[in-house]
């Protein structure tokens, strides 16, 4: 009796079949084409996912797993192509790197691509068709069907990133993986980790062990906003902080690469780097022990010193197990406010100054991170750092990251050099996004979800050749006023999607109006994933 009641109930449930319009196509960022056919594919137990490499046959069975969590259907990967009900991803050469085309047909799912990266991406836009309950954590009742659809899709930029900062406040691992995961719905594809700052050295190096042991923790001070940390004992006892072992890192990276996601370490130098000389202060001009800051101080003085030989010998060690670890093209390497007082009076700079000829200061910090230029190429990688690298001349073959507002990004772009636009006034995530009265303490600012949805990376001012150099846009978190994983979503979501949006889509394909209602059914799948979005943002700007 019980089995002619499961059958009945599953003939009945099939007869409903839902009518999709074009209001149920809520994809994030917007694909540059998409056309909405009559009928629907359905997820079967018969359904069979086709693909030819391990890679993307591994990329398949994730999906597989995820589906058979929420809804009890066990799909597999196969390699013969059925008559019908299947997914099959199909590499077609005449693709550009990022592009995919999805056409979903009744009897099956086709996905066309270059290379991986467009399987990842078709497979993301598959899931954001499908009921938002496919986010879910456990079984759920639905109607596991997805709308007839062709979309024609490619990014606007090959650089779609997000830069998080893990020291000022650290963050586990598996937080990173989650946002991962969530960059990798929205198609972005890189990540920027930024494991170095005054407040704290996250990434361990075998020849350094000092650099994660003192330099990964800080004293815990409730009394100021930026420092305060939930859980970590207060005192005079450096007990706040934490480090990624290079065994993590490697799990990140494959992490990341498997969402088709590029990882960026940015080791800074020659300041933010007190973390650094708390460990080793040999490496500074005045050599005298310093404890690593709670934050707070500014401006510091205590910097690398650009006169001794050793502070170059110990940073070409460090990037040494840097690349070894990250297979990326680009190594940041910061460069960003560097106050030079004790370099004007350390005897150490002021011999380097005289053998190399070099007029003052500025020219010294040129100096400095031309020699670390000059490392990097020759380990066949590419030097990434804040526009501040352009003082005193640019290295040859660096890119820039424009930072204080598109000046940077003009002027270097101009001379020939790759950019990458992060200008504070549109993608600095630590701004407000809403009423401050109302809001959580934040850096200061206001980048509301219309503004980051407003940035283009590309400005008025280029000329052609100058755009030709705009690598892509990325939004940046600091992480001086989020000490919990919780505050840190509350800024990244949902100005992420707006972030996604304005760096993938076409000019042509961007509506604000349009977005708004894209973003609100958005919020109904984050609200499945338990993701802490900033509700605020959506009600203030409209
Ligand atoms: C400036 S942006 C910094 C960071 C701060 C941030 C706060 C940049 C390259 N440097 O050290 O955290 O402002 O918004």
Redesign the pocket.
């Known amino acids: 009796l019980a089995f002619l009641f499961l059958v009945a109930a599953f003939s009945c449930e099939n007869k409903e079949e839902k009518i999709f319009t074009e209001k149920d196509i809520n994809i994030i960022p917007k694909p540059i084409f998409t056309e909405l056919n009559t009928g629907s594919f359905k997820f079967t137990n018969d359904t069979k996912l086709i693909a030819e490499t391990k890679e993307q046959q591994n990329l398949l069975r994730s999906f597989s797993i995820k589906l058979e969590k929420v809804s009890g259907i066990k799909t597999e990967v196969a390699s013969i192509v059925p008559t019908t009900n299947y997914i099959q991803f199909v590499v077609d050469t005449t693709l550009k790197d990022e592009e995919y085309n999805l056409a979903i047909k009744t009897n099956a799912i086709v996905v066309k691509a270059n290379a991986y990266a467009g399987f990842v991406y078709g497979l993301e836009t598959i899931k954001q068709l499908l009921p938002v309950a496919i986010e879910s954590a456990a079984l759920v009742q639905e109607n596991w069907v997805v709308p007839n659809v062709e979309i024609k899709d490619a990014p606007r930029f090959k650089w779609r990133g997000l830069m998080l ?1 893990v020291s000022r406040h650290f963050f586990e691992v598996d937080y990173i993986k989650k946002t991962l995961d969530r960059m990798a719905m929205l198609k972005m594809n890189t990540f920027h980790w930024h494991l170095v700052d005054d407040q704290g050295w996250r990434i361990e190096i075998k020849k350094y062990p000092k650099l994660t042991g003192v330099g990964g923790f800080r004293v815990n001070q409730e009394d100021k906003p930026w420092n305060a940390r939930p859980n970590a004992p207060l005192g005079t006892k450096a007990t706040y902080g934490g480090f990624y072992t290079q065994e993590q890192i490697k799990e990140v990276v494959a992490y990341a690469a498997e969402r088709g996601i590029t990882v960026v370490p940015e080791i800074e130098m020659p300041a ?1 780097v007190s973390s650094a000389i708390a460990a080793y202060p040999e490496f500074s001009c005045l050599a005298k022990p310093i404890v690593v800051p709670s934050g707070g101080v500014w401006p510091i003085t205590d910097i690398y010193c650009a006169g001794k030989e050793e502070t170059f010998t110990f940073l070409e060690d460090v990037l040494t197990e840097v690349m070894d670890l990250f297979p990326s093209k680009y190594i940041h390497i910061g460069g ?2 560097a106050t030079k007082t004790n370099w004007e009076t350390c005897p150490h700079c002021t011999a380097r100054l005289q053998t190399e000829g070099l007029a003052n200061v500025e020219e010294l910090q040129s100096y400095f991170i031309k020699r670390m230029e000059r490392f990097i190429s020759s380990n066949d990688r590419v030097l990434i750092g ?1 526009d501040e690298i352009l003082e005193g001349g640019l290295a040859p073959g660096a890119t820039v990251m424009s ?1 204080r507002g598109v000046k940077g990004g003009l002027e270097a772009s101009a001379e020939g050099h790759d950019v990458v636009m992060t200008p504070g006034t549109h993608c ?1 995530f ?1 701004h407000y996004q809403g009423d401050q009265d109302k809001e959580p303490l934040a ?1 200061g600012g206001y980048t509301p979800l219309s503004k980051v949805y407003n940035f283009d990376p590309i400005v008025e001012e280029m000329t052609l050749e100058q755009e030709k150099h705009v690598l892509g846009g990325q939004a ?1 978190l ?1 992480a ?1 006023y989020l000490p919990t994983e919780e505050q840190s979503e509350y800024m990244i979501f949902p100005r992420l999607a707006a972030m996604s949006e304005a760096v993938w889509s076409s000019k042509e394909n961007k509506d604000w109006t349009n977005f708004s209602g894209r973003v609100k059914e958005l919020f109904k799948r984050y609200d499945v994933m338990g993701v802490n979005y900033a509700k605020s943002a959506y009600q203030i700007t409209t």
Do not use: Q
């Open positions: 900062d933010h960003d406010e804040w930072w600095y630590d850096f940046n600091w001086e």
